[in-house]
């Protein structure tokens, strides 16, 4: 068996104070854990009521996305083409795809309404004609919309990584149509909150809110092309609402998720503006807000908390919020930092120097204990599930890309679930590793 | 007999590939196995591939590949994050195994490993994996390259007693994690049957490294053919190929280990049996070693013949001349059309032709950890008392 004594501990984790902004980790061999809660592009793509995906891969790539399928009982939505090493060879790749399209089709009882034909990294080499494929595939399959969707996890680390693309695609089969009094909230993989300020007052204001999460079928998910304007509160999904607002000319605008109550008032601004509204008085929501930080600081009683990036897109704003509230924040589990960020870090080295930055693929995460919670008698409440994961904790808060959670209200739920999370313990292995939380996976 | 491959599916699943076998099969050595690879492989991995994942630590990583790595054949950041690596972690050996974009650039891994040994002392391996092949390939070639780089020279014992055994082939791919590969140490030794090691669960490296002592190997996966030939060429130690599934089965597999050590010739309970040659029978689809140890178990326990589909290179040594060798889920759904009953992993009932039985058998390498908890403990007794609740 292997010997892990021999492992240093040295050189992997960091307090703020030292750490270097936004990549305060030497990149190298990567380990990844085993929470798995993510959504990856299958489940993004499943959003799209009444679509089928075919995958275009080799045997290793489609392994991981085939399960995933399945895992969601979405098997019959989902095919597969296997790429050999001949067709790299034999220059093929078009008929293959096309071939293998065709094949699939026919051993349906119904055709789908859209087909997402997702492609891979060896496509994106060997320059397949993909606009010749979907070409022919329109001109046979006019009944079916048709969309280029991409795994190519060689471009994670490129201006365009897979998932941004993926929210990109998503919407790419909208179709022009009539504008009406509607909104549409992009690239959220669960609804916002109801209660939440912003859905309230669209509402409230006489607009319609469309979010994909909430589409039952496929002409519902065509309601987003007729909304006067377009928001994204995921940082992922911005380039599909930039491309949208270009190819359809719907108004875009990025209200994003964060933590700051001062980018939360702007945000509202920037909102009522583009809707030509009065800027509505929120400091009822706003007090609601801080009195449940209130409530659950002093309910947590000094418990250590943990946050992870996958929690939320803005780890370190969270952890100066609660900081700012009394919470006691001992660690942050991420890998790197959006640039938005930079304040809060900036802020934490002045106020919270002492906050333990550490990573999540570092390969010696993989091999020193998981025991951060035992260091507080297992008392340590972990936003997220890789936090939950490395610190050994069964205390934690299950959400992830912020949970829904949005605005001033978002704040107030998610003080209320860090309280209920500090009370009970979670079975945290069969949770995590559910791939797709939320998406009926599991 | 080839392997026919169809490239097109609806709704059938896809097995493990060949570098997932590789780090399946190196797991629990010591090592630190690297799939060179963007991103997905790791994952797919550990989600799908290995159930130890969780609680048993072990150095399998992914080199995270980009773009402009692939464009500029930047190997030399490969090999600096694998000596950093080394120098961090202290693995007994590092192997690094190739994915579909490393095959496309046509990557020098066997290169790259002799750079890295030179720099950092440590015995590194290069796999010519592809992830255009299925897991029994890389657990293969893995398996053999560690027994021929490590295993020593032993000298030969005089045997007294039962023969001692290796069991070879042995990954959760084939066996998962819900008891078989202890509950077929405990069948062979209350039999008096040693276990020197296990390639590759629940052995030490010491024990590994012993495994030049046994008297017969035991192939118990296709994936441990190549590796008992090699001990046959290093050794002299015969092989036989078969899991011991049900009580009939058993005794005259058990009866070939003997056999074996006598004669010093390879055997094949397993092998055989009856083929049917017209009228319905069953099929039994999966890895070739399973699936021909499954026909000769229900053969037994029932009087009745049965075919095999194996979608997978390995053939173990164990098919017959009419057994199948295809993929795709046409040609299987023709196949299971002409059967009465069909044996598989669950994901095979999605294009199960109407009025045809179907036997659950979740295969951890096909339909990966769904159905993980119904997958009976296969060896023995414990084979029995599973068939009796298929209620054929």
Known sequence: ?442 | MQLRMKQSNRILSTYTADVSGVCSALYEMGGMTVMHDASGCNSTYNTHDEPRWYNMPSMVYISGLTETEAILGDDEKLARDLVDGINGLHPRFCAVAGTPIPTMMGIDLSGIARLVERRTGTPCFGFKTTGMQSYVVGASMALEAVARRFCPETPKKVRSGKPSVNLLGVTPLDFSVTGTVEALRSLLTENGYPVCSCWAMGSSWEELMQAGNADVNLVVSSAGLTLAKFFREKYGTPYVVGIPMGEALTGEYLAEIDNAAETGENRYPVKGGKIPTNGKAALIIGEAVWAASMRRAYELSTGKPAKILCPLELDGETLAPEDLRITGEREIGAEMAKSDLVIADPIYEYVLPKGISFVRFPHEGYSGRIWRKEIPVFVGKDWDTWWETTNF
């Open chain 1, 1 to 442: 068996m292997i010997d892990l004594h021999q492992i240093s501990e040295e050189d992997v984790s960091i307090p703020v104070s030292q750490a270097s902004f936004p990549a305060p980790f030497r990149s190298g061999l990567e380990y990844a854990a085993p929470a798995r809660g993510s959504w990856n592009i299958v489940h993004i793509g499943m959003l799209i009521p009444e679509s089928h995906q075919i995958f275009v891969c080799a045997q290793s790539c489609l392994r991981g996305v085939v399960l995933t399928a399945a895992e969601m009982g979405a098997s019959d939505r989902f095919s597969t083409i296997a790429i050999q090493d001949n067709n790299l060879l034999d220059g093929d790749m078009e008929q293959l795809i096309l071939d293998g399209v065709d094949e699939i089709f026919s051993g349906m009882e119904k055709l789908p309404r859209a087909l997402l034909l997702y492609t891979s990294c060896i496509h994106h080499f060997i320059g397949c004609d993909l606009e010749y494929v979907f070409k022919k595939l329109r001109q046979k399959y006019p009944q079916v919309d048709f969309t280029d969707c991409y795994m190519t996890p060689i471009l994670r680390k490129s201006w365009m990584p897979p998932i941004a693309k993926m929210y990109m695609q998503l919407y790419s089969l909208l179709k022009p149509a009539q504008t009406d009094r509607r909104v549409a909230i992009l690239g959220n993989n669960e609804v916002l909150a109801p209660s939440g300020e912003m859905v309230t007052f669209l509402k409230n204001a006489g607009y319609a809110v469309e979010e994909i999460a909430a589409c039952k079928t496929y002409d519902e998910y065509q309601r987003h092309a007729s909304a006067c304007l377009v928001i994204t509160t995921n940082p992922a999904a911005v380039p599909g609402g930039k491309e949208l607002e270009k190819r359809l000319g719907i108004p875009h605008l990025h209200l994003p998720l964060c933590y700051d109550f001062a980018e939360m008032e702007q945000n509202f601004q920037k909102l009522c503006e583009a809707l030509a509204l009065p800027v509505p008085d929120l400091s009822e929501q706003k007090a609601a807000a801080e009195e449940a930080l209130r409530r659950t600081a002093d309910a947590l009683n000094g418990m250590p908390v943990s946050i992870d990036y996958t929690a939320t897109p803005r780890p370190l704003e969270l952890a100066k919020l609660l900081t700012e509230y009394g919470f006691r924040v001992v660690s942050v589990y991420a890998d790197s930092f959006s640039e938005p960020e930079r304040a809060a870090f900036v802020w934490l080295r002045e106020h919270c120097p002492e906050l333990m930055l550490h990573p999540t693929v570092h390969a010696k995460m993989g091999m020193l204990s998981r025991n951060e919670a035992d260091k507080t008698d297992g008392k340590l409440l972990a936003i997220g599930q890789k936090a939950a994961y490395f610190t050994g904790t069964g205390y934690f808060v299950n959400i992830l890309d912020g949970g829904g959670f949005y605005g001033f209200d978002g704040i107030r739920l998610l003080a209320e679930e860090m309280e209920n999370a500090s009370k009970t313990e979670k079975d945290v292995p069969s949770l995590i590793q559910v791939k797709g939380w939320g998406c009926n996976c599991g």
